[in-house]
Structure formats: structure tokens, C-alpha cells
């Protein structure tokens, strides 16, 4: 019964996880786009919140999906597949950040359109993280 609480606030988490990588990313796109001072500022402020508050949902992401790794005892080559996805996801969360401080700084040197397209990453990274935990195909 236990494994299965374990794995329902991981999926919340991961859900909501994505969810801010879904969305930061478009605030990006916003920045990149405006040059009125103060909308700046305001984008700044919920870039740097989200970022804050999507960080805080990742952690318990991870540390449940650890425990439901080593604690269960789950195997599989699908599995070896899913981690080097999540560490791709953890990548684009760490790229996201990086992106913020430079905005941060003023230092841009991307486009809008690069936004739009950096902002269909994760879109793909969580398709293909639950195809192979549903379907399992190795």
C-alpha cells in the first residue's frame, strides 16, 4: 500500500515539476521580446518566483522516484532508458536557471524564436519518459 502513496506524490510532483518547465520557458520568451523597463522587471520577478517554486517541486520529485528505485526494487532496461532522461531533465532545469541569471544580468543573446523552440524540450523529454515507464518496451 505504502508503494502505492509513494508513487501517486511522485507523479503529483513530476506533474507539477513539468508544469513550471512548461511554462518558464515561455516567460522567456516574453523577456526576450520586451524592452518597456518595468514589464521587465515584472517578468523578472515571475521568472525568479517560478523558477524558486519549480525548483522546490523537483526535489521531492526526485527523492521519491529514488525511493520507489532502491526501496522497490525496480529493474529494467526501460529504466536505464527513463534515468538518462531525467538527468536530461535536470540538465534543461539547470539550463533554465542559467538562462535566468543571465536575463537577470541583461545578457541575452538569444531570440524569442530560439525561446519557443528551447520551450518544446521538456514537451518531448515527458512524452518519452512515460512511454517507457507505461510501455516498457525493454
Do not use: D
Request: glycine share 8%; with cysteine; hydrophobic share 60%.
Amino acid at each position: 500500500m505504502a508503494y502505492l502513496w509513494i508513487k501517486a506524490f511522485h507523479i503529483i510532483f513530476i506533474a507539477s515539476w513539468f508544469a513550471g518547465l512548461f511554462y518558464l520557458p515561455r516567460i522567456y520568451v516574453n523577456l526576450a521580446q520586451e524592452t518597456n523597463p518595468a514589464a521587465l522587471e515584472r517578468l523578472l520577478g515571475m521568472a525568479r518566483r517560478l523558477f524558486r517554486f519549480t525548483t522546490m517541486l523537483a526535489v521531492p520529485a526526485l527523492l521519491l522516484g529514488l525511493w520507489l528505485w532502491l526501496g522497490y526494487g525496480i529493474r529494467g532496461g526501460w529504466l536505464h532508458a527513463k534515468l538518462a532522461l531525467v538527468i536530461l531533465v535536470i540538465g534543461y532545469h539547470h539550463a533554465c536557471g542559467s538562462l535566468l541569471k543571465k536575463f537577470e544580468r541583461g545578457v541575452n543573446t538569444r531570440s524569442h524564436k530560439w525561446f519557443r523552440v528551447f520551450n518544446e524540450v521538456p514537451v518531448l523529454l515527458l512524452i518519452a519518459i512515460v512511454i517507457l515507464v507505461v510501455v516498457k518496451p525493454f
